[in-house]
């Protein structure tokens, strides 16, 4: 690859020692980037720069790198997962920028996601939802029949759409209202769209909205905003689907919502 | 039971269903108030007719307590959700981009044009409802003449200006709030999504229009 086509970056990053530090955006300055290699590379290549600096490097998030486990986050120049619409920052390439770009990389903000260090947030709390409701009970044992259980062809296919959510956070970090209803919505509809998910469809979803609500997320205001910046393209009709089965479960449930 | 209630009340998604429910009443609150308005165009009598009619009769006591309440559910539910999502995130962005894709001006600006809208309902309650009496006969009663409050009231400029650009602000208001009152209440489906949203607009520009005409006409009416 001829260097000619290496970039040469702006960056702005948010810098935290912890929790408990207030934090302050830092500017750096990276030479060298190949418009071949991804978001997280680009990151990488940063750090090996700061590290034979003697800086402390930069902590993010980032596992698979993929696009399919939800680990990665970062704000991209105000945007979740960047610029590009249905990828995650892993599969975010820098061709997409410009030489000379100056690019601002933030951590996902929210009451509910605490950011740990730099760019390193804990978003736990979305584990704690599905800890709240967002299972099945099943027998163990001897496997069941293939296809025992009829299931509409296009149920299925919702179920299935719901079920891309990889829960990366995205939805509450470009929600203004930094609210988690795309989130809980899909894996509410996962699991309501189908046969065996019924036994606890109304406790399901009563609870987890409870959680939410427990966690000190924000009320939607049905702007979409999720939807847009979601790497998996979930559907806000989840969130209506969600709206009214919670109606529905708080008429005819026996059982209250907790938390 | 009652506790039942108030555990149901406190969810985000009941709050918001309280919210689509107080606002689609509302809707229908503009739609008759409209339809009271257009009587002006069929001339005094028919109008200074209907506000007698309307405020001679003792149930109207028990409708202006009703909607009353409608209106201060609606606003008060609407700080109180505002708040919470303002407390949501604490510490705000650097930098925060809209993807262009999701958020619209009438969407990300509810929150003003409804506090907008708030004033406008004071200034307007004081301006006609408490505003200054005259008085008329019509087939030998004594009614009072509301028609030319409003005539009058509409002969400034400026007036006719606020008005206007409340109304604007209305039909901005409603444009995104009609859609969401179903979004919340859980109505999604291909089949009448699209058309959902096109109503939701038509609705905003019937109304919007529809409440703009009237100071325009009174004020090219003159003192007549």
Redesign the interface.
């Given at each position: 690859m001829s260097s000619d086509n290496l970039m040469t970056l702006n960056l702005?990053i948010?810098r935290q020692q912890n929790s408990k530090d207030s934090g302050k955006?830092q500017d750096y300055v990276l030479e060298g980037v190949s418009p071949d290699s991804s978001f997280l590379e680009m990151l990488d290549q940063l750090n090996e720069k700061l590290i034979a600096e003697g800086i402390d490097p930069v902590s993010f998030d980032h596992d698979c790198r993929e696009g399919i486990c939800g680990m990665c986050s970062l704000?991209i120049?105000?945007?979740a997962h960047g610029p590009e619409?249905e990828t995650t920052t892993c599969q975010l390439h820098m061709r997409k920028f410009n030489d000379g770009d100056t690019v601002?990389i933030?951590p996902f903000?929210?009451?509910?996601f605490p950011?740990l260090k730099d760019l390193m947030v804990d978003r736990g709390a979305f584990d704690e939802i599905i800890a709240a409701g967002g299972f099945t009970n099943v027998n163990t044992g001897n496997a069941p029949d293939a296809n025992s259980i009829l299931i509409p062809q296009s149920d299925a296919e919702l179920a299935m759409d719901a079920a891309a959510c990889i829960g990366c956070g995205a939805c509450v970090a470009?929600c203004?209202?930094?609210?988690a209803?795309l989130f809980v919505s899909a894996k509410v509809s996962q699991l309501a769209l189908l046969p065996q998910g019924q036994v606890e469809a109304d406790q399901r979803v009563q609870n987890m909205?409870?959680k939410?609500?427990e966690l000190?997320?924000?009320?939607?205001?049905?702007?979409?905003?999720?939807?847009?910046?979601c790497p998996k393209g979930i559907s806000?009709?989840n969130?209506?689907?969600?709206?009214?089965?919670?109606?529905s479960a708080?008429v005819k449930s026996k059982a209250?919502?907790k938390a | 039971m009652a506790s039942?209630l108030c555990?149901?009340l406190?969810?985000?998604?009941?709050?918001?269903?309280v919210m689509a429910v107080t606002g689609l009443l509302l809707c229908g609150f503009l739609v008759s108030h409209l339809i009271g308005n257009c009587l002006i165009y069929v001339g005094s009598d028919a109008f200074n007719t209907y506000a007698h009619a309307l405020t001679s009769n003792k149930l109207i006591y028990v409708a202006e307590a009703i909607l009353a309440a409608i209106f201060f559910t609606h606003i008060g539910l609407a700080i109180k959700?505002t708040v919470?999502?303002k407390?949501?995130?604490?510490?705000?962005?650097?930098?925060?981009?809209?993807?262009?894709?999701?958020?619209?001006f009438a969407?990300?600006t509810?929150p003003y044009t409804g506090m907008l809208i708030l004033v406008f309902l004071i200034i307007h309650l004081i301006n006609f409802k408490f505003g200054p009496v005259y008085m008329t006969q019509i087939d030998g009663i004594e009614v009072r003449d509301l028609h030319k409050t409003v005539v009058l009231y509409f002969q400034s400029p400026l007036n006719v200006l606020w008005y206007v650009i409340a109304m604007i602000a209305l039909g901005i208001h409603v444009s995104?709030g009609f859609?969401?009152a179903f979004?919340?209440?859980?109505?999604?489906?291909?089949k009448y999504?699209c058309g959902l949203k096109l109503i939701s607009k038509l609705f905003a520009v019937v109304i919007a229009l529809g409440y703009i005409a009237l100071p325009i006409y009174c004020y090219l009416l003159g003192g007549k």
């Open positions: 702005k948010w955006i704000m120049n105000g945007q619409r601002v933030e903000r929210a009451r509910a950011v470009s203004k209202n930094a609210s209803m909205v409870a939410m609500d000190g997320f924000g009320n939607c205001t049905n702007e979409a905003e999720c939807e847009a910046s806000i009709s969130i209506a689907r969600m709206n009214r089965d919670y109606l708080a209250e919502p | 039942k555990t149901y406190k969810a985000s998604v009941v709050k918001k269903q959700l919470e999502n407390k949501a995130r604490p510490v705000q962005y650097y930098m925060k981009q809209k993807t262009g894709r999701g958020a619209t969407s990300s509810m995104h859609w969401s979004q919340s209440l859980g109505f999604s489906h291909p999504n």
